[in-house]
């Protein structure tokens, strides 16, 4: 099993362009969420799907949308990206919204 | 005032130390999460208690929920456990709150 894997690893943008961030698990998980880490911050959550077919807002989500496309996969698309998007972007997924979360290996994002 | 503080930011140990990171929260919680985020980046989950003690090999984690405290502690440490230890807490009950604190910088040296 791959667990929660990320696409790309690393990313440059352009102020203005946009992008989308891809995520997948074969846990078979219903809940799935997308984060940020920046320095000297502690882990921020974006977005989150509880179950296939829901999305909702976290503690950061200006700038961001969010398509749970089925149960495997939950991407993240940034429509005009901005300097203080640049950051490190975690998915991580869990069987339920309680339970512990699997992270998959980050998404390094410049924007410039 | 963050919900959740760890002490210290940052330890140096050396090899074999016993080793006690701290969290402190000041919300009411369901669970308490530690994880682990080595440092190529990747975050692994280590415990999710809600009372009590658990124990995975030389790792021991504690909570005490009228305290709000919880302690992870690392017994025989190696330099292979040097990383950051991140405390979450949920305190959204069947919702979603997951709230982070900053990480404790853990450095062991042969």
């Known amino acids: 099993n791959a667990g929660v894997t990320q696409t790309p690893k690393f990313q440059v943008l352009k102020t203005g362009q946009s992008m989308t961030l891809q995520c997948a698990q074969d846990m078979n998980h219903n809940s799935m969420y997308w984060y940020r880490q920046d320095p000297g911050m502690g882990l921020r959550l974006i977005y989150y799907?509880?179950?296939?077919?829901?999305?909702d807002k976290g503690e950061v989500p200006n700038g961001y949308n969010v398509s749970r496309l089925n149960k495997r996969e939950f991407s993240l698309r940034l429509e005009s990206a901005a300097p203080s998007q640049t950051s490190v972007y975690f998915c991580a997924s869990s069987e339920m919204i309680t339970d512990t979360q699997y992270f998959g290996p980050g998404t390094r994002l410049t924007v410039l | 005032k963050n919900e959740v503080e760890q002490s210290p930011q940052n330890l140096t140990a050396q090899e074999g130390e016993f080793i006690t990171i701290n969290c402190s929260y000041s919300?009411?919680?369901?669970?308490l999460h530690w994880l682990q985020q080595h440092p190529g980046g990747g975050i692994v989950s280590l415990f999710m208690l809600s009372s009590g003690k658990k124990k995975h090999g030389r790792l021991i984690a504690t909570i005490n929920i009228q305290e709000k405290h919880s302690s992870l502690h690392i017994t025989a440490s190696h330099p292979r456990d040097s990383a950051v230890y991140i405390c979450a807490v949920n305190s959204g009950g069947s919702n979603y709150k997951l709230t982070f604190g900053k990480g404790t910088l853990l450095t062991v040296n042969p």
């Open positions: 919300v009411g919680i369901s669970a």
């Open positions: 799907s509880a179950s296939e077919g829901t999305t």
